[in-house]
């Protein structure tokens, strides 16, 4: 049985690669889910109004979590864009009216100090810089201001694996969780870091959560092989892989989904895919090395 921890939200943790290269950012999750917490608007700067860029799904999933998003993109509004999402576009977040709590940077590493500065002007709580935007000096300044700051990670991938859709998927969310937590929903309830549990312990829970209704510990036994959709933009949005859910069962499942995430979590990977064949398994092995162009010669013995 998995004891209640007590966990108080910390500022992040850095850990040092080595000496020739910058400290490696890692924050715990509860900073994470407190930052997330927190926040009620978000100012996304760089936000794009094709429906197929990161930045446009990414905060069209955070407004699905209930979160209001305001569009910053001066090169939208120059184009005679109104509207990105259904909400008002601005050239700047000095030009916002309303309080924001966190400003999530989708622009490069060297547009963060500015985006930063800007942001302590118009009393954000949060900077948040995406996937691979990172800028030392402009944290530095976040956090002298008395701002909490994240840098090279996705607030939605961060939302989907604190709060269980990331496993849908097979990846390994780093998180075990012992409450009747509803999945895809914020949550102060207790979970506990991966990292912290035995060997015994993951392979009993890692990648299931107890059932939010009925608080059932064991994994039930999917053999459902279709899905319900919410609306045609939600079956849109799981085909086009940009938000997280089942498809049919060819792509995904919820029990093989526990299995894909607690051999992953076993063996400290990023994710795990579960095939019915081996040669299911040789051909997504061999089409994940191959190039376009590439030549297989095989046998039947193969």
């Known amino acids: 049985m998995l004891s209640r921890l007590t966990v108080r939200c910390r500022r992040p943790v850095v850990r040092v690669r080595n000496s020739s290269t910058r400290a490696a ?16 608007t978000i100012a996304c700067v760089g936000l794009s109004s094709k429906w197929s860029r990161p930045s446009n799904f990414a905060m069209k999933y955070m407004m699905e979590k209930g979160y209001r998003v305001i569009p910053v993109n001066p090169a939208e509004v120059k184009k005679g864009v109104k509207e990105i999402l259904g909400q008002k576009v601005y050239s700047s977040l000095s030009e916002i009216e309303e309080p924001v709590d966190m400003v999530d940077v989708f622009r490069n590493s060297e547009a963060a100090l500015d985006i930063t500065r800007e942001s302590i002007q118009i009393g954000a709580k949060t900077v ?4 691979s935007v990172r800028n030392d000096e402009a944290a530095a300044e976040a956090e ?20 269980g859709e990331l496993g849908w998927h097979g990846f390994n969310s780093g998180v075990i969780s012992s409450r009747k937590n509803p999945v895809g929903r914020q949550n102060s309830k207790d979970s506990f870091d991966a990292s912290n549990v035995g060997f015994d312990t993951l392979c009993i829970h890692a990648g299931a959560r107890p059932d939010p209704t009925t608080g059932a510990r064991s994994t ?6 279709s899905y319900v959709f919410d609306d045609v933009d939600h079956a849109a949005n799981l085909f086009n892989l940009s ?4 498809i049919y069962s060819r792509l995904s499942n919820p029990t093989v989904a526990v299995l894909e995430e607690r051999i992953a979590t076993l063996e400290g990977g990023r994710g795990g895919t579960c095939t019915a064949s081996g040669h299911a398994a040789q051909l997504l092995t061999l089409f994940t090395l191959m190039q376009p162009g590439d030549k297989l010669v095989a046998s039947n013995k193969l």
Do not use: H
């Open 144 to 163: 002298a201001a008395g701002l909490n700051v994240v840098m090279d990670r996705c607030p939605k991938i961060e939302f989907s694996r604190l709060f």
């Open 220 to 225: 039930p036994i999917y053999q459902t092989t």
């Open 243 to 246: 938000t997280f859910g089942n």
């Open 25 to 40: 950012l890692s924050y715990e999750d509860n900073y994470i889910k407190t930052v997330l917490g927190d926040t009620q």
């Open 128 to 131: 948040w810089m995406q996937l």
